[in-house]
């Protein structure tokens, strides 16, 4: 198995512009993890979703985060529009039993 | 009160020692307990588990669990160089969709 999929690995923008960080769980996962981490706050949950329903989305920051799980295969997390303070990594998780996490995307947000 | 805490670091020990991580958790319905580890660039990666109370070993770590005392351990026998790196412990709730709480990990250095 490839493992979780994450695109991009590294994004650089520009304030005000959108981004859209892609995950592709691992096959038979059921539950599917957004994170975010940087060194003042460490690893903080940003939603979760099982078999595609988001179950909580109570760690999105702010309504410029949304985050998406169309079909059990594909995640999209998107930030519109961005500021400096996004920079961050990003990871995804799924999981069965166990998460998995995906390499991560490295923004950051000139 | 945070919900997971681990012990502050960063822990130094020297190559070949025993390496001592601890973490603590508040909720008492708690049932699975996971060790990962985080090099510096990376994700984390998960390295234990454990469910039952007592020890689980595998290889050079061993992990620990004690429910009555709410509180999980992670040991690295013959400590190397390779093994510095942050280590989260994670926590999941009784009724959860496989969501865990982390901890805010511990930086272990291990000193040749």
């Known amino acids: 198995d490839a493992g979780v999929i994450q695109s991009p690995r590294h994004e650089v923008t520009e304030m005000g512009q959108e981004v859209t960080l892609r995950c592709k769980p691992i096959s038979g996962h059921n539950s599917l993890f957004w994170y975010r981490q940087t060194m003042m706050r460490g690893l903080e949950l940003l939603i979760y979703f099982n078999n595609n329903v988001p179950i909580d989305d109570s760690g999105m920051p702010e309504d410029r985060f949304s985050a998406k799980m169309p079909n059990a295969s594909f995640s999209t997390l998107k930030i519109q529009p961005s500021e400096p303070r996004d920079s961050a990594v990003y990871f995804c998780a799924s999981s069965l039993e166990t998460q998995y996490f995906g390499p991560g995307t490295r923004l950051l947000v000139l | 009160q945070k919900e997971v805490e681990q012990n502050s670091g960063p822990l130094s020990v020297p190559e070949g020692a025993i390496a001592s991580l601890n973490c603590t958790y508040s909720d008492r319905g708690s049932q699975s307990f996971f060790w990962y580890r985080q090099y510096s660039g990376k994700s984390p990666e998960l390295i234990m588990f454990?469910?039952?109370?007592g020890d689980k070993e595998d290889g050079r770590f061993t992990a620990q669990l004690n429910k009555a005392s709410q509180y999980v351990s992670l040991l690295i026998r013959d400590s190397q160089p390779s093994d510095s790196a942050t280590y989260l412990c994670?926590?999941?709730?009784?009724?959860?969709?496989?969501?865990?709480?982390f901890g805010p990990g511990t930086s272990l250095s291990v000193i040749p």
């Open positions: 454990i469910y039952s109370n």
């Open positions: 994670a926590v999941k709730p009784l009724t959860s969709y496989d969501k865990v709480i």
